[in-house]
């Protein structure tokens, strides 16, 4: 432990995290590395950091840790979106592109930015049909064929599925089997119809691998991806649709779906880093112009176009509130959440009433940041956001003079910490509690929630809440003047 708290670097959490934000977006992975590996010591196993690192990595060429980070991002919530997009990116750049379809299919349904998971799921699709065969072609050499463009990841995987046939098993209706597979169809006819050679199925290669499982493993390969496309039907249609679009657009001139997607995706990273690089003006100006030509647009030609609608309204919000322009920004988070709710969205919903919370307590508003903080309560995903959510309600109870209620809230968030393990929400709960507890003059537990409190600061090295606290405890075992006291905190 000695070791581990020499070789812990000077900095905090925050800190590391800005500063490592910044050179990624500069482009500058090594020594963004090194910033979120420095956050991790401090605070090891941040879902935000992991995928963060993961993304140097990835773009570092570092793909085994890229993954390994992304899939530690996901460990406590498989449905966390930003881990479930770098473990995507991750699986696509090694190769595996079936097995990366699966987790841009996982992200799309989250439907958080769905414009991104989108292209992976279309980028992911091309790849795999040049893998296999985009011509499904039913000439005697398709099968060599196939096997000759497939990599090693994709044949492997091919062949890890072979089952024997059941005789007489329930087959897919032609017809339907016939627009699952699409051009994949005639290849799947064609290794059903070479089953009846039985000189050739008893035949090897020159490996030593009989024909016959290579032929089953193919048909069987066909089947499961035939059972998945099967799933995500009505994706796929979209995705089926969208290309018909493509090329109406090009005989008109249009925009293709592609490249609406990358554009799509580009401005939403440079109105997110806009934001965060203190630019919020600008954010602003480029969120609404995005938001103006993807209102111009049908519903055809941008799918999910009223989640992106509310993506927008979201950063906009988010802009306005950095400006000051605080009724602005309430409307933008309204209409967020209308469209949530309107599109069934629980984590748009989740978002948009976490951010009315924020401009309400802003202005000091507290019973409405109440109302919109509790709804948002049974939405929460993760521990860290349901400590943070917790606290932040305790704190406008305490600023509405309703003590009983605001120490509730901050024992229930520092329950939820010590769950977490997260000493820096256990300072923040502790502190929120017993100042909770002077306002309704139980000073002895105030006292000693102080003195606890103290400690988390200590070994947080944490000197501002150090003195305050002691400031604070002092006041009260001396001469318990409390109400002079408590607003050093």
């Known amino acids: 432990m000695d070791m581990e708290a020499e070789a812990a670097p000077v900095g905090t959490f925050p800190g590391f995290m800005t500063e490592g ?16 590996s420095n956050a991790l010591k401090l605070r090891g196993g941040d879902r935000d950091c992991l995928a963060a690192r993961s993304q140097c990595y990835l773009r570092l060429g570092d793909t085994d840790n890229a993954l390994k980070d992304a899939e530690a ?48 799921i279309e980028k992911s699709q091309e790849a795999i049909i040049n893998c296999i065969g985009g011509e499904g ?35 897919e209706n032609p017809k339907t089997e016939r627009e699952l597979l699409g051009e ?36 069987s390969y066909l089947e499961t991806r035939r059972e998945f496309w099967q799933q995500q039907k009505p994706i796929y249609a979209r995705v089926r649709e969208r ?64 989640m992106l609608i509310g993506d927008l309204y979201s950063r906009i919000g988010k802009a306005q509130l950095q400006m000051g322009q605080m009724e602005a920004a309430l409307k933008s988070h309204r209409m967020d959440l209308e469209l949530a709710r309107q599109l069934d969205l629980p984590d748009a919903a989740s978002r948009a009433l976490e951010n009315m919370g924020r401009v309400y307590a802003s202005t000091r508003r507290f019973q409405p940041a109440i109302d919109a903080w509790e709804k948002k309560i049974p939405m929460v995903k993760s521990n860290l956001e349901k400590t943070w ?31 977490e393990g997260d000493a820096e929400w256990q300072l923040h709960a502790m502190v929120l509690v017993a100042q909770a507890q002077v306002r309704l003059k139980d000073y002895r537990p105030a006292i000693l929630t102080f003195e606890k409190a103290l400690n988390k600061a200590t070994l947080l090295h944490d ?27």
């Open 21 to 36: 934000s910044g050179l990624l977006r500069r482009g500058e992975y090594g020594k963004a590395l090194i910033c979120f």
């Open 73 to 120: 991002s996901l460990q406590k919530d498989q449905t966390f979106s930003k881990g479930l997009y770098q473990k995507a990116e991750a699986l696509y750049t090694m190769g595996d592109f079936e097995f990366a379809l699966v987790f841009y299919h996982r992200g799309y349904r989250l439907r958080l930015e769905p414009h991104k998971f989108l292209l992976g």
């Open 137 to 171: 072609s039913s000439q005697a050499g398709g099968l060599q064929g196939t096997h000759g463009c497939c990599n090693q990841n994709l044949f492997a995987f091919m062949c890890s599925v072979v089952t024997e046939m059941k005789p007489g098993s329930t087959k």
């Open 184 to 219: 994949l169809y005639a290849d799947k006819a064609y290794l059903e119809k070479l089953l009846n050679d039985k000189d050739l199925m008893e035949s090897s290669t020159k490996q030593g691998v009989k024909v016959k499982d290579l032929v089953l493993g193919g048909i």
């Open 243 to 306: 290309k018909l679009r493509q090329q109406r657009w090009s005989r008109d001139k249009k925009q293709k779906p592609l490249e609406v997607g990358r554009y799509l995706e580009k401005m939403m990273e440079d109105i997110d880093m806009l934001l965060s690089g203190d630019s919020p003006e600008e954010s602003c100006k480029k969120a609404k112009r995005v938001l103006r030509k993807v209102q111009g647009w049908s519903e055809d030609e941008v799918p999910n176009r009223k």
């Open 389 to 419: 959510l917790l606290h932040e309600i305790g704190r406008c109870y305490l600023e509405l003079d309703k003590a009983k209620a605001a120490q509730s809230y901050g024992q229930k968030s520092l329950q939820v910490a010590d769950e």
């Open 463 to 489: 000197e501002a809440a150090q003195t305050a606290i002691v400031t604070v405890s002092g006041l009260l075992q001396r001469t318990g003047a409390w109400a002079a006291s408590i607003s050093k905190l």
